[in-house]
């Protein structure tokens, strides 16, 4: 299962076989007995590379669930004996990544040096399936409560701070009212239901119809630079994101007095599999931290 996994993963039998220290001929020997048990193909092999059945499609969602149930169950069997070792995987938005997480992180590690953390980028919905099959523990991400799906479940931390961003020669950046910002193209930093898509949100609101979205950029390091470089985009980001920014110079906050949505930065899990202990105190660590800032 684990190498089925990892198929998928790294896209080549032989790069799993590689990094599960096996060679290509054994792995492929596993996979073949692992066909004739289930009596059915998994994998379609041609010179292009290989390619998951759709019997491979089920039963690798199967897998992905077990290997990280396999991963949790050993990391909680070995912290509750009082080793502190195992794994942690998350995905964290950009407020987060710049705001609470490098403090809770240094505590963290101060406390638990051989857990390993590994932190990706993630904004709800896009990260939900990687929730859901397992391959992450939770992610730190707005959610709007009415989208949460059934499987998933979600803790509010605090609600992240959402800015009006253009670039310095953009004619409208000195702009007071929303309605004034009706015919300009944006950029957003997620689709709808994510919290990049905030102005949608913002224009229903005041009866503006819905904003004109020329561009989706859902890359954080990214969507600066591109906004400041250029006098036609709008966007919105977390203003801590605008703060950090290495383009800050280049971009200005479009100071508009209509309130803006504050997206609720909150951390999500599927409901069924619970935190090991470490991630209980990281997210512990990070709860801290949020409260502190309220
Ligand atoms: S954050 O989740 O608070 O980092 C966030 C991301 C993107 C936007 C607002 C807030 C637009």
Redesign the pocket.
């Known amino acids: 299962m684990q190498a089925l996994v990892l198929i998928e993963e790294l896209g080549s039998i032989r790069a799993a076989a590689q990094s599960m220290s096996l060679t290509q001929p054994a792995l492929t020997a596993a996979i073949q007995q692992l066909e004739a048990e289930l009596k059915a193909p998994l994998l379609v092999r041609s010179k292009k590379g290989v390619t998951f059945t759709h019997f491979g499609q089920a039963f690798l969602r199967h897998a992905k669930l077990m290997v990280a149930q396999s991963r949790r169950a050993q990391d909680e069997m070995a912290q509750l004996r009082g080793h502190w070792e195992g794994t942690i995987k998350m995905a964290v938005?950009?407020?987060?990544g710049l705001g609470l997480l490098p403090q809770a992180l240094r505590q963290f590690t101060l406390q638990h040096p051989e857990v390993k953390v590994h932190c990706r980028d993630g904004?709800y919905p896009s990260i939900a399936p990687v929730i859901r099959d397992g391959t992450l523990d939770f992610a730190l991400?707005?959610v709007h409560r009415v989208d949460l799906e059934s499987d998933l479940v979600a803790e509010p931390l605090y609600s992240?701070q959402?800015v009006i961003v253009s670039g310095v020669s953009h004619p409208l950046s000195r702009a007071v009212r929303l309605a004034q910002l009706q015919d300009c193209a944006w950029v957003l930093?997620?689709p709808s239901r994510g919290?990049?898509a905030?102005i949608e949100e913002a224009f229903q609101t005041h009866g503006l119809g819905m904003p004109r979205v020329t561009m989706l950029c859902e890359s954080f390091l990214a969507l600066p630079a591109v906004v400041a470089a250029s006098d036609q985009w709008m966007t919105?980001?977390?203003r801590i994101l605008f703060e950090n920014s290495p383009f800050k110079d280049q971009l200005c906050i479009v100071p508009i007095e209509d309130a803006l949505p504050s997206?609720l930065?909150c951390t999500v899990r599927r409901h069924d599999l619970p935190l090991t202990p470490a991630a209980m105190q990281l997210v512990g660590w990070i709860q801290h931290f949020a409260l502190k800032r309220l």
Do not use: E, K, R
Request: hydrophobic content about 35%; glycine content about 6%.
């Open positions: 938005s950009p407020a987060i904004l991400t707005p992240s959402v930093s997620s919290p990049g905030v919105t980001m977390p997206p930065i």
